[in-house]
């Protein structure tokens, strides 16, 4: 086992996902081949998400998942194979999403199946993603009349506020 190259794909996953929380697009972008296929199953969307190429992929995640958006994802448990310049990975997963327009706030878990591969800048990129996942629970904020959030990045103006 490369253990090099393992500690390089922990390390992308990663920061596919902190580039996403922190709306980084740019450098979300980086993390992903120029071909790179998405496949999302979720129950929000209804059917399964499908995307093929970098800019698709970041356009609809910084679409979906921008401003007026808190988001949270950590990927634990990498299960990786690598081999010749390709590798594969499974990860449990878990998100928590704060929709301020639709004062919403989504959970779920999902296992990412990804493919990599190491690029011709000697860079380890993601080839493919996606999941499908394993539940998704939805609660109204209006439900939750005790809630207050503080987003020290992002302008998140009366969240939970019932007056806002």
Not at 36 to 55: K, Q, W
Not at 86 to 96: C, E, K, L, S
Not at 106 to 126: F, K, N, P, S, V
Request: overall charge negative.
């Amino acid at each position: 086992m490369d253990l090099v190259a393992l500690e390089e794909i922990k390390r992308l996953k990663h920061r596919y996902l902190r580039c996403v929380d922190t709306k980084d697009w740019e450098g979300l972008a980086d993390t992903l081949a120029v071909d790179v296929t998405a496949d999302y199953g979720t129950p929000v969307y209804g059917s399964p998400l499908h995307f093929a190429g970098r800019d698709a992929l970041v356009a609809f995640l910084g679409e979906k998942l921008g401003p007026g958006m808190v988001t949270t994802h950590f990927a634990t448990q990498p299960e990786i194979d690598i081999a010749d310049g390709a590798a594969t990975g499974r990860w449990a997963f878990q998100d928590t999403v704060i929709v301020v327009a639709h004062r919403v706030v989504i959970t779920g878990a999902a296992y990412y199946e990804d493919r990599y591969r190491r690029d011709a800048d000697g860079r380890w990129r993601i080839a493919h993603t996606g999941y499908e996942r394993l539940y998704e629970a939805t609660m109204s904020l209006d439900d939750l009349p005790s809630f207050r959030l503080t987003a020290n990045r992002w302008p998140v103006e009366q969240v939970a506020s019932r007056e806002g």
